[in-house]
């Protein structure tokens, strides 16, 4: 989740800020970067954001249709092989994206992929996918995209970022981030698995073409993102939806509240007719409900795709207020997490991609 606010919102809450977080406190408070660099690119994403454009309007399904081809897809996903890449990926010090053991984890990341692809080829004895970094000049850590071909040049978007940060020692301070956003990378990474179980899909047969992302400097303003939409916008390039997963993997609080085990489709932000698409995808394919809730700013890559003209939606892993407060510090570990409730992500990110990978007229 973004580390920082805008800077209207940050200049209004300054009285408000604290040197150290309290046992109280949540997670998206503002909190002011305390270094020139980070300054000069929170400076850049306020502008770049400022230049937002109308967001193209698509028309999407009104029914959930493929179930009996996505159904197989889901028995793929595995909790097991999520957890296990989840505690692999939370060993690097800090992925920090001006690090370098945050370059190293994008490069670990795209090998995984790679992996998945490889493994995927070997079953199907051809698979049209294929993985590149995109390098940002800026700063030493790469994004991460993974293309899925399809017969049309309309692409449907599926994004986590990969960096993480500690917000008392950005550059060097211990950062595990497994739940922000270990496990959102890794939820989008089983369901890039899970897809290319398909062989239509990974022979690139479906009509649209389906695109993974994993986002270098989210928690610098969105970064990656903005660099990777703002690409696309000057390419012309036709991307139809944006689902962004960024927190997936934390209940505790939804538990201890008395309530149940849900996932919290962001309202705020987003594409209206998106979103609601999105809920459909959850009602047919996840074993728990979806609850409405709000950021309450532009907190998350879905952002940028948005800023940039391209349909998005967010889904974080409850309500906001039951999100994890242990995060951008040592204590966001994988004991925090549930890899169950990272499938459950990952159950909508198959059928999201599935079906709008398969819908013609978009």
Sequence with gaps: MKFSLTLSAMAASTAALHPRATPGSHRRQPTLHRRAGARRDQAHYQEAYSQRVAVRKSVFPDTIIHQESVSPLLSQLSAEDARSNLE??????????????????AEWLLLKVQSAIDSAAAR??????????????????????????GRSGKTIVVGAHLDSVNQFSQSSGRSPGADDNGSGSMTILEGFKALLSDPAIAGGEAPNTIEFHWYAAEEAGLLGSQAIFAAYKKEGRDVKAML?????????KTLSSGKPESLGVITDNVDKDLTAFVKKVIAAYCSIPAVDTRCGYACSDHASANKNGFPSAFVIEALMEHTSNFIHGTGDTIETISPSHMIEHAKMVVGFAYELGFTARL
């Design 124 to 149: 199907h004895g051809r698979v049209a996918a294929s993985v590149k970094p995109f390098v940002h000049p800026n700063w030493v850590q790469t994004s991460v995209i993974a293309t899925i071909p």
């Design 244 to 252: 962004n997963q960024d927190m997936t993997g934390y209940i505790q």
């Design 88 to 105: 692999e990926y939370t060993r690097f010090h800090t992925r920090y994206y001006k690090s370098q053991t945050g370059k190293q984890a």
